[in-house]
């Protein structure tokens, strides 16, 4: 699978937009980019996932450029809610396919 | 989406000793998997769990160590054998979701080993 890089951490204000850029330079031909989130104590849940391009869904939105060596994760509006662990996955990582895990990025959201 | 509970939430236990955790799915599925979350840090995968066959482990995690059971399709447990302070971590499972794009994960064992 491919490797991420992604912050480690970042903090934002309530209201803000919050981009999350995650590098995946060997990404393959058919990896998809998924990003989960995971509050504490609890399991990580799916965000959003895409192939190329754009992809927005009522939660956020990825922007993924056109050689996929990197993507995007934007969160509209944050909320002090929204304060987590953010992870992106690249590979098939969905479904019955083994999950690889990075670094992940803690979203500290203040007021 | 399914829904994942695991007994027990969280535990502390004696070094030398066994915990076995369970995980239950609202649905059969026939892949289960199941991870480790150590203190702050990622998930690592353990094990695969196909109903009906062997549990397939990863590098670095041995059968004799995290025994697993997946005796139909709703269920699994992973067991902690001959625990020490290094084990002390998140436990997960997981499943697939239906169309092929997530899994689903339990709410975690929190385990913590003197």
């Known amino acids: 699978l491919a490797k991420t890089t992604q912050p480690i951490s970042m903090d934002s204000y309530e209201g803000q937009e919050v981009n999350i850029t995650c590098s995946h330079n060997n990404i393959a031909t058919n990896d998809y980019i998924t990003w989960y989130q995971q509050f504490p104590s609890q399991g990580p849940r799916f965000i959003i996932q895409?192939?190329?391009t754009k992809v927005t869904n009522e939660v956020a939105s990825l922007f993924i450029p056109a050689d996929r060596k990197s993507s995007t994760l934007s969160l509209p509006r944050v909320s002090l809610s929204d304060t987590a662990v953010y992870y992106c996955l690249v590979g098939l990582t969905g479904g019955g396919n083994k999950l690889t895990f990075g670094t992940g990025t803690q979203l500290k959201v203040e007021l | 989406s399914a829904v994942i509970s695991q007994k027990p939430s969280r535990d502390i236990c004696q070094r030398g000793t066994s915990l076995t955790i369970q995980c239950q799915v609202d649905?059969?599925?026939?892949?289960m998997f199941w991870y480790r979350q150590q203190p702050g840090q990622s998930l690592t995968l353990i094990a695969t769990a196909n109903q009906g066959s062997e549990a397939t482990y990863e590098s670095g995690f041995v059968i004799d160590k995290f025994p697993i059971s997946r005796p139909n399709l709703t269920f699994s447990t992973l067991t902690v054998s001959n625990m020490s302070p290094e084990d002390s971590s998140i436990y997960l499972c997981s499943v697939p979701g239906t169309g092929g794009r997530t899994q689903y994960f339990g709410p975690g064992t929190r385990l913590l080993v003197l």
């Open positions: 895409g192939y190329k």
């Open positions: 649905s059969q599925v026939t892949m």
